[in-house]
């Protein structure tokens, strides 16, 4: 599994773009990049996935330059309710429909303020 | 839409008992995971099933077991349960997509469980 590396924490305010970078050196070839939120307490929610270039959804997009090695989601005017850890996860859909088990490590805390 | 459903929400048990987490995942899909995640730290995988067979296993303690029923609903066994054991206990479930080779994992609310 590729390792991935975002920041730690992140500061913001009310009505601001974040962008959260994600870097993943060992990406490889089949590798997808999903982001998911997760607000203390509850289950991780998934955001947006990517395998290259730009995706976009109603709540975020994801920005992934050509060689791969790092990713960036964007979120549009966050607000108060954004505030929540973001986690940047690299690997590879299963093939043979068998489970693939997600690898969460680290995450940033982003901190949306009035 | 329909999501994952996770039952109980809390549990409190003592040292040493036992405690069974189920898990309903959203209708038609046919993959089950388990993920740990204590105070503090991130989430870790434990065990995921698809089509009822066991298909990865991560860090889960021998004390745990878990299944996958014919419903595709699953319970997570836990017995001679520990302190350290206290934890928020997520199920996601994901089904394969073949119009975008994805297969999403959407995850429940947890089940809180504490051991005193």
């Known amino acids: 599994l590729a390792k991935t590396t975002q920041p730690i924490s992140m500061d913001s305010y009310e009505g601001q773009e974040v962008n959260i970078t994600c870097s993943h050196n060992?990406?490889?070839?089949?590798?997808?990049i999903t982001w998911y939120q997760q607000f203390p307490s509850q289950g991780p929610r998934f955001i947006i996935q990517g395998y290259k270039t730009k995706v976009t959804n109603e709540v975020a997009s994801l920005f992934i330059p050509a060689d791969r090695k790092s990713s960036t989601l964007s979120l549009p005017r966050v607000s108060l309710s954004d505030t929540a850890v973001y986690y940047c996860l690299v690997g590879a859909p299963p093939f043979n429909n068998a489970g693939n088990m997600l690898t969460f490590g680290g995450g940033t805390r982003l901190m949306v303020k009035p | 839409a329909a999501g994952v459903i996770q039952s109980p929400r809390h549990l409190i048990k003592e040292k040493r008992e036992t405690a069974t987490l189920k898990c309903y995942p959203i209708?038609?899909?046919?993959?089950v995971y388990w993920y740990q995640q204590g105070p503090g730290q991130d989430p870790q995988f434990l065990i995921s099933?698809?089509?009822?067979?066991?298909?990865d296993k991560g860090s889960i303690p021998d004390r745990f077991s878990a299944q996958q029923f014919s419903d595709y609903h699953s319970e997570l066994n836990m017995s001679s349960l520990e302190l350290g054991d206290s934890a928020l206990y997520f199920c996601?479930?994901?089904?394969?997509?073949?119009?975008?080779?994805?297969?999403?994992?959407?995850f429940g609310p947890g089940t809180r469980l504490t051991v005193l």
């Open positions: 209708p038609r899909h046919d993959t």
């Open positions: 060992n990406i490889a070839t089949n590798d997808y």
């Open positions: 099933f698809y089509e009822k067979m066991q298909s």
């Open positions: 996601a479930s994901s089904s394969w997509d073949p119009r975008t080779s994805t297969d999403t994992q959407y």
